[in-house]
């Protein structure tokens, strides 16, 4: 069983940034991808990074440029740092762990997620 807990989730004004983490255990964080997903009230959930065992990041084109994931295999810990923050960007925001090193950008691809952090962007 893979235990993940989010952190680092708050308010913020538009523009600015926040660093979110998520701590994971359970099984060799290493081999694993990692990714991270938002809701915003009343829509979906949707896919915004994800980071695979060896390091080869991507994005959703809405986050693209503005946040980066990043991964520290020693301390077991993934990472998603948001700046240029907007409003639109306001949601909870999930951490998930990969089925595989290379998971992809469907909620199907991951088969743990941790509890959610809330991101507030206010304008």
């Known amino acids: 069983q893979v235990q993940l807990v989010e952190s680092g989730g708050g308010l913020v004004q538009a523009g600015g940034s926040l660093r979110l983490s998520c701590a994971a255990s359970?099984?060799?964080?290493?081999?694993?991808?990692m990714g991270w997903f938002r809701q915003a009230p009343g829509k979906e959930r949707e896919f915004a990074a994800a980071?695979?065992?060896?390091?080869?990041?991507y994005y959703a084109d809405s986050v693209k440029g503005r946040f980066a994931i990043s991964r520290d295999n020693a301390k077991n810990t993934v990472y998603l740092q948001m700046n240029s923050l907007k409003p639109e960007d306001t949601a909870v925001y999930y951490c998930?762990?990969?089925?595989?090193?290379?998971?992809?950008?469907?909620?199907?691809?991951?088969?743990?997620w941790g509890q959610g952090t809330q991101v507030t962007v206010s304008s």
């Open positions: 980071i695979w065992s060896y390091g080869y990041e």
């Open positions: 359970g099984r060799t964080f290493s081999s694993y991808a």
């Open positions: 998930a762990a990969g089925n595989s090193w290379s998971s992809g950008n469907y909620s199907n691809d991951y088969g743990y």
